[in-house]
């Protein structure tokens, strides 16, 4: 059942004197008020209230108390309307009119209000102040300003009211969640004067301790959490999810990234030691040394250039032939190309140490193997759906081995029971880009140009594992993430489910939740009023068989663990950790999506693979402050931050960018129409402008957009006024950043652009025609 909102809204209080009233006060404001009466008693009256001062006395009492409950019930309300206001002194309704009051009771009140000197002057005039009018000049001025004021802050310059007054939030987790979101806007920055100042300052101060942004700094609070967690633990049962090995693998890795030097000499000579030197490369014929690549890659987990796997395909088991990645890319590609370079000439050092001979200087040799990785990178760059195809067409990857001799390979290390045979299907993906590379890889017109790339393949084969040396080297803040890397490289089956257990990010149903709702209106005809029919159909058939991918956390009880150990060092336990995993493999397969999804880590963005056909989830979205259990928390606090993300990524499937081949001329014209009514709008608002480029495009269509769904989907919950500001809080916060770079859009861009196409934002936060978010709106994309 969806939670609704109960909070009470914010109005003004009916004035129930004749003097002009401020209905709330903030706590922090503790000034005197004063109310001036005009009032006026005749002498006859006065004696006569005189004569009576006890029972009026009496009288005043109870009717102060009954003004003064007034008073504190007004504070509550105005609390969130004022957090950072300058203190003025206003008119109070809880001052009570001098008609038939004590005279004494009336001097107290005038005395609390302005001062021993007035009741002197008040004596000195008494006679004028019975003169009708006496009070009009200042009453009418005092209630001018006082109008003015109110008007101002109300309407002009409203500020946010807490998010506290959402009803429906009764939990421990929703009032932290409520507090983590007042801790982080900027309530003296008017929303409807910048609004993303207003919710993303904090990450902008240079003194600020939140240096990333919203993204990264939960990123980085997810890392600290698992790492904590895993390295203050003493004890750890054995069991046969492996959760033993995690823990104690992240250990002694979190030791070898802590203490062990960067020279490379023993990371390699571990390599050698396991899979051959480069000498013994050298001295094989090269088809024998394709078939030695086949092995590593199936049966050790170490790849050069192609990857093989035996996978389940429902209840079949087929093999999954795919390309790898750059020896930059493998190491680690955010490296500078000096700092990459560098370690690339160690290892170029470390490899002619035992060559008697060599064509090359290091530095050549060096300079040459990073050039030919650059060419493989132009190869592989053109993304490849998953295909099939039959396993005799393996022959058109090489001229250097036949398809009988890929066979005899493989079906020596697959159990008897998996064997193939030329008539199967086996699966593959970037089939034609690394046939390419092989062909490149084959073109030698002297022994040294064979050496080279021969060294290349080698060095394909030792990146694989030197990563973990090289992040040594260069990126010791990323210990955490290369330790659980690692564990993901050797616990496949179950890693997974036990980082859930770690982290408690276990809320698949929650995000299922999400999509299936994004999911049915995506293309709803609602949200595509500039689409006809024909193109509304084709965006359809874009998206429909989109699905969602997560970590698995579902374990293959049929791969046990228990009998594993783990021991020191570090290197040479992972190597042999990681042939043992695939040799398990090969014995329990894993299905065709949870392989192609192993690359997924616990803070991979959110984002749509097309080689998956799927939107892929990682651990960093089921985790707060991302995502919150909607048992505890509302459902818009989620909707607004996972909600969007996924409607981003499904929009720009069926964006002009993606689809513009399938849209009609008609839908081109509607849309520019409309794009331009946005980019016009921004650039009143903003010195910074915006590139008419396609992936710019893209980017504002897709978050425009899916603002709009998202709102609209969860709008019958956002009931209150408040719901609706956490919900566009949320929103911006995914835009936060200590920098203002665009990506392709910057920060602030994709934070108020959406905007433009929300008259609710102006509405929840009574923002005045004239304010930048107040004035005009294009129409719905």
């Given amino acids: 059942m969806n939670p609704s909102i109960h909070g009470s809204s914010v109005t003004p209080a009916a004035a129930s004197s004749p003097c002009p009233s401020t209905e709330r006060l903030s706590s922090q404001q503790q000034e005197p008020s004063v109310c001036e009466s005009t009032t006026t008693s005749t002498s006859e009256e006065l004696a ?48 009570p009119a001098m008609t038939r009051r004590n005279p004494t009771e009336f001097l107290s009140v005038y005395q609390f209000g302005i001062g021993e000197a007035a009741i002197h002057e008040m004596n000195a005039e008494e006679k004028r102040h019975r003169e009708p009018g006496y009070f009009a000049l200042p009453f009418l ?23 506290t007054l959402i009803s429906d939030c009764v939990s421990n987790a929703c009032h932290e969640a409520l507090a983590h979101l007042d801790n982080i806007t900027n309530s003296s920055i008017s929303p409807c004067l910048d609004f993303f ?36 633990t003493e004890t750890v049962v054995t069991d046969q999810y492996g959760t033993h090995i995690f823990y104690a693998l992240y250990k002694s890795c979190h030791h070898f990234m802590m203490s062990h030097s960067s020279a490379p000499e023993h990371p390699f000579v571990t390599f050698e030691r ?71 000439k160690s290892y170029v050092l470390f490899l002619l140490r035992n060559l008697s001979t060599s064509s090359f200087s290091v530095i050549e040799y060096g300079q040459k193997l990073v050039s030919l990785d650059d060419e493989v990178r132009a190869l592989f760059d053109v993304e490849e759906a998953v295909q099939e195809i039959a396993f005799a067409n ?20 697959i159990p008897s029971k998996h064997r193939l045979s030329r008539r199967d299907k086996i699966k593959t993906r970037g089939f034609n880009a690394t046939r390419r590379v092989l062909q490149l890889l084959e073109d030698v017109s002297t022994n040294a140009d064979k050496h080279l790339k021969i060294a290349y393949l080698y060095l394909q084969l030792i990146a694989e594992v030197l990563y973990l040396d090289f992040r040594l080297s260069f990126l010791k803040s990323e210990k955490i993430h290369t330790c659980l890397e690692a564990n993901q ?13 770690i982290t408690s990010t276990s809320r698949t149903g929650t995000i299922l939740s999400i ?28 998206v429909r068989r989109v699905r969602l991918t997560m970590l698995e956390t579902n374990f293959n009880f049929d791969a046990n663990y228990t009998n594993v150990k783990v021991g020191e060092p570090f290197f040479e336990n992972y190597i042999t950790m990681l042939g043992d995993e695939h040799r398990r493999l090969l014995t329990f397969p894993l299905r065709i999506q949870h392989f192609l999804s192993n690359h997924l880590l616990i803070d991979s963005p959110l984002a749509y693979s097309k080689q998956l056909s799927s939107i892929v989830v990682s651990s960093l979205y089921e985790a707060p402050p991302i995502l919150y259990s909607r048992t505890e928390v509302p459902e818009y606090f989620d909707s607004s931050t996972v909600g969007i993300l996924i409607a981003v990524e499904l929009s720009k499937l069926i964006g002009p960018f993606a689809g513009s081949s ?29 590139v008419d480029e396609p992936h710019v495009v893209e980017a504002v269509f897709a978050w425009t957009r899916s603002v709009r769904m998202i709102y609209d989907i969860v709008r019958d919950r956002l009931t209150k006024t408040a719901a609706q500001q956490v919900f566009f809080k949320r929103f911006c916060l995914l835009s936060c950043k200590s920098h203002n770079s665009p990506q392709p859009l910057t920060p602030r861009q994709q934070c108020l652009l959406p905007l433009m196409n929300m008259p609710e934002f102006s509405e929840v936060f009574q923002c005045a025609k004239g304010t930048s978010t107040g004035s005009h709106f294009c129409k719905v994309l």
Avoid at 56 to 67: G, I, L, P, V
Avoid at 141 to 156: N, P, R, W
Avoid at 492 to 500: A, E, M, N, P, V
Avoid at 666 to 683: G, I, N, P, V
């Fill in 662 to 690: 399938r849209w009609s001329t008609d839908t081109k014209a509607k849309f520019s129409q409309s794009f331009q009514c946005m980019m016009s709008l921004y650039e009143g608002m903003a010195p910074t402008s915006i």
């Fill in 394 to 413: 393996v022959e058109h990857l090489t001229n250097a081995i036949t398809s009988e001799s890929w066979l005899k390979t493989v079906n020596e290390f």
């Fill in 515 to 542: 999509y299936r709702d994004v999911h049915g209106v995506v293309i709803r005809p609602r949200y595509l009023t500039w689409m006809d029919t024909a193109t509304r159909i084709a965006m359809f058939n874009a």
């Fill in 274 to 344: 396991h899979f051959g030197t480069l000498q013994s490369f050298f001295n094989t014929p090269y088809p024998a040394v394709l078939t030695t690549l086949i092995g590593f890659s199936l049966q050790r987990g170490v790849d050069s250039v192609f990857s093989i796997r035996l996978i389940r395909n429902k209840v079949r088991y087929t093999l999954l032939l795919t390309q790898t990645r750059t020896v930059q890319e493998k190491l680690d590609g955010q490296v500078s190309s000096r700092g990459m370079d560098r370690y690339v």
């Fill in 48 to 95: 006569a209230q005189s004569s009576a001062a006890d029972g009026a006395r009496e009288d005043s009492k109870d009717t102060s108390a009954r003004n003064q409950s007034d008073v504190q019930g007004n504070v509550s309300l105005l609390n969130s309307l004022r957090s950072a206001k300058p203190k003025v002194v206003s008119l109070s309704a809880s001052a």
């Fill in 197 to 232: 100042g207003h919710v993303c300052s904090s990450w902008m101060k240079e003194d600020s301790d939140m240096r990333g942004g919203f993204l990264l700094d939960a990123r980085s609070a997810l890392l600290q959490k698992v790492n904590k967690t895993v390295m203050e």
């Fill in 489 to 501: 490289k050797v616990l496949i089956h179950s890693w997974s489910y036990i980082l859930s257990k």
């Fill in 141 to 163: 001025t005092v209630f001018i300003v006082c109008m003015g004021l109110l008007i101002y802050f109300l309407y002009i310059l409203p500020l946010p009211s807490k998010s």
